[in-house]
């Protein structure tokens, strides 16, 4: 499967995956900018792509930012749809108690390239039952 990925910006970095098997490609940051805590930031990462047919792009978090500095994506996972040819764009939010400073080449999240699957929609009159019904929302405690 082929990703094609276009360099909109001259900083822009390609994504890559850091390790053979990871999952997710690393996105990095164009800009020079500082995330204050409970605020959000939209970063540019000066690319664009086309993903292959039948696929999405979901933009992730990245443990290490979430962990040593609460920094996390606020719509997570972002979907990129497979016809949007835009640049991508990742909403950052702080939700530590200092200052985040966004640099330059950074990295600030992840994409992993995900099937997609359409279905039939069918609107029926009742739905059939289940052993769970409709118990949400913890209904299953948190202990064995």
């Given at each position: 499967m082929k990703l094609k990925i276009l360099q909109l910006h001259e900083l822009a970095t390609i994504p890559?995956?850091?390790h053979h098997s990871d999952a997710g490609l690393d996105l990095f940051s164009i800009d020079d900018l500082e995330i204050t805590p409970g605020k959000s930031q939209l970063i540019h990462t000066g690319i664009s792509i086309e993903l292959p047919e039948n696929t999405e792009a979901q933009i992730r978090p990245r443990s290490g930012l979430a962990l040593k500095h609460q920094i996390t994506v606020l719509n997570s996972p972002g979907t990129i749809d497979?016809?949007?040819r835009g640049e991508?764009?990742?909403i950052l939010i702080n939700h530590g108690q200092t200052s985040f400073q966004v640099t330059k080449g950074m990295k600030i999240a992840q994409m992993v390239i995900a099937p997609v699957i359409h279905a039939e929609i069918e609107e029926v009159k009742?739905?059939?039952?289940?052993?769970r019904g409709d118990n949400g929302f913890g209904s299953t405690g948190i202990s064995q």
């Open positions: 890559k995956y850091a497979e016809g949007y991508i764009k990742v009742m739905l059939s039952s289940s052993s």
